[in-house]
């Protein structure tokens, strides 16, 4: 290549800002369930370019701070240890994986480099079948981790693991962010009390010999826990209603994919006590759930009297709207805005929800009152419910508008935006075009 080419007389620090804007993707993906390998990255790539590029990517260690070591191949370990070394002093990321069945003396060999290194953590991601998991955090079990700030432990698999894994006995006294997929935190509790952030899915309660809660217990005595998310098979039925109790709480969501039939919604709910909650989110419920909650006076008291944004989310392909079950229509009676519950609600969120025609209407069609501080409904229902949602739609606004009342406004799915195009304009409704595909994705975790 020809040294001599405009690109190679820029001076080294814009070479660098260059090289660093191409790896912008790969911060925002950490941890990507599939990263680039560290021989496909901009950095590495560059670095075999020219001896001119080789000497600013290898004087940058700013540029070698994210990687990624596939235990289940040897040459990425390779490139890995390469990082190790190119990255010294700053602080790094690492994103570890074994997906195979690779032997776990040789996922030791692979993983050894990174011992000298685990005061420098501060993003660690490891995904791993259940049977190699134990290996492949072995070098950070009795460590010190000074720095690190995010972990997230994953495996490679939709069942639950229930192998016991101590985490860092020496302390994490700086970790904000904490993850755990397919794991069940053990007794005795982890004191991570600079915790902000706490996700569990897939995982399953545990009950110590004098009944705690081993989740209850985690979340806790985290005193600066500001979201939470919880999808587990099951709460330990012994936990009162309200014991879960977390004052800086701001953000909750709940799953109730794997856990119907312990609790329900109403029963999920009664066991918090967050009064500083602003933003409550849940995945997997169905529109008869919804309904349950919305009832007047579900709950004995006031469980969210900050929310201002309520969200429920599904994937879809649910049909239970399609049913004749007695029980599931008379929830759906008497559904109102619930001011004893969410008095303080502007934005409601209905993604893939069941019986999204009967919410809507109960809520701000004709004999409804709806929350007199609610601006904004979002809906994005499924294909074959959409014109039943559509007329529900067209039903509040008149109603609104023969009270004289300022109809909220509407963020649509583009097939429902789409549908009543004509209608949003002629009545003067405020309506925005909303892609629910994020959301859903962030469903699967």
């Known amino acids: 290549?020809?040294?001599?080419?405009?690109?190679?007389?820029?001076?080294?620090?814009?070479?660098?800002?260059?090289?660093?804007?191409?790896?912008?993707?790969?911060?925002?993906?950490?941890?990507?369930?599939?990263?680039?390998?560290?021989?496909?990255?901009?950095?590495w790539i560059l670095s075999r370019v020219s001896r001119r590029f080789r000497d600013v990517t290898i004087g940058a260690p700013s540029l070698w701070v994210i990687m990624t070591l596939d235990a289940d191949f040897k040459g990425s370990a390779e490139i890995f240890q390469l990082y190790l070394m190119r990255s010294q002093p700053c602080r790094i990321w690492a994103n570890l994986r074994a997906l195979t069945s690779v032997e776990h003396p040789l996922i030791a060999e692979r993983?050894?480099?990174?011992?000298?290194?685990?005061?420098?953590?501060?993003?660690?991601?490891?995904?791993?079948?259940?049977?190699?998991?134990?290996?492949?955090?072995?070098?950070?079990?009795?460590?010190?981790?000074?720095?690190l700030e995010y972990l997230q432990l994953r495996t490679a698999t939709p069942y639950l693991h229930k192998c016991p894994l101590e985490m860092f006995p020496l302390g994490a006294p700086n970790l904000r962010f904490l993850k755990l997929v397919g794991f069940t935190p053990h007794f005795p509790v982890p004191q991570w009390t600079s915790l902000t952030h706490l996700e569990l899915w897939r995982c399953d309660d545990e009950v110590d010999d004098q009944g705690n809660s081993v989740l209850v217990s985690l979340a806790t005595q985290c005193p600066l826990l500001t979201h939470l998310y919880i999808a587990t098979f099951g709460l330990a039925p012994s936990i009162p209603p309200g014991r879960i109790s977390i004052p800086s709480l701001k953000t909750l969501r709940i799953c109730l994919d794997f856990q119907r039939d312990v609790l329900n919604l109403v029963d999920n709910i009664a066991l918090f006590n967050t009064p500083a909650v602003t933003d409550f989110a849940v995945d997997y419920a169905h529109g008869d759930d919804i309904s349950s909650l919305l009832h007047p006076f579900s709950?004995?008291?006031?469980?969210?009297?900050?929310?201002?944004?309520?969200s429920f989310a599904s994937?879809?392909?649910?049909?239970?709207?399609?049913?004749?079950?007695?029980?599931?229509?008379?929830?759906?009676?008497?559904?109102?805005?619930?001011?004893?519950?969410?008095?303080?609600?502007?934005?409601?969120?209905?993604?893939?929800?069941?019986?999204?025609a009967n919410i809507v209407d109960a809520l701000l069609g004709p004999g409804s009152a709806p929350w007199p501080l609610l601006e904004t409904v979002t809906l994005c229902?499924?294909?074959?419910?959409?014109?039943?949602?559509?007329?529900?739609?067209?039903?509040?606004?008149?109603?609104?508008?023969?009270?004289?009342?300022?109809?909220?406004?509407?963020?649509?799915?583009?097939?429902l935006c789409q549908i009543g195009q004509s209608y949003w304009a002629e009545n003067g409704v405020h309506v925005e075009l909303f892609d629910?595909?994020?959301?859903?994705?962030?469903?699967?975790?």
Not at 3 to 28: K, N
Not at 299 to 310: A, G, R
């Open 1 to 43: 290549m020809n040294d001599r080419a405009p690109v190679f007389s820029l001076p080294t620090e814009i070479l660098v800002a260059i090289i660093s804007a191409a790896r912008r993707q790969d911060i925002l993906a950490f941890p990507s369930q599939f990263p680039i390998l560290d021989g496909h990255k901009p950095e």
């Open 436 to 445: 629910p595909s994020p959301t859903v994705r962030s469903l699967l975790g």
């Open 315 to 356: 994937t879809g392909n649910c049909r239970c709207d399609e049913t004749d079950d007695e029980d599931i229509h008379w929830n759906l009676e008497g559904v109102q805005a619930s001011l004893h519950v969410f008095p303080a609600l502007t934005s409601l969120t209905l993604i893939n929800e069941c019986f999204m």
């Open 111 to 147: 993983l050894s480099h990174i011992i000298p290194h685990t005061g420098r953590i501060q993003r660690l991601s490891i995904q791993a079948k259940p049977d190699s998991m134990l290996a492949m955090f072995a070098p950070f079990r009795d460590a010190e981790v000074p720095c």
């Open 299 to 310: 709950l004995p008291h006031c469980v969210f009297p900050l929310v201002t944004s309520l």
């Open 381 to 415: 229902p499924e294909s074959r419910i959409l014109q039943d949602v559509y007329m529900a739609i067209r039903s509040a606004v008149r109603t609104r508008r023969d009270l004289g009342q300022v109809f909220p406004k509407l963020r649509l799915s583009p097939e």
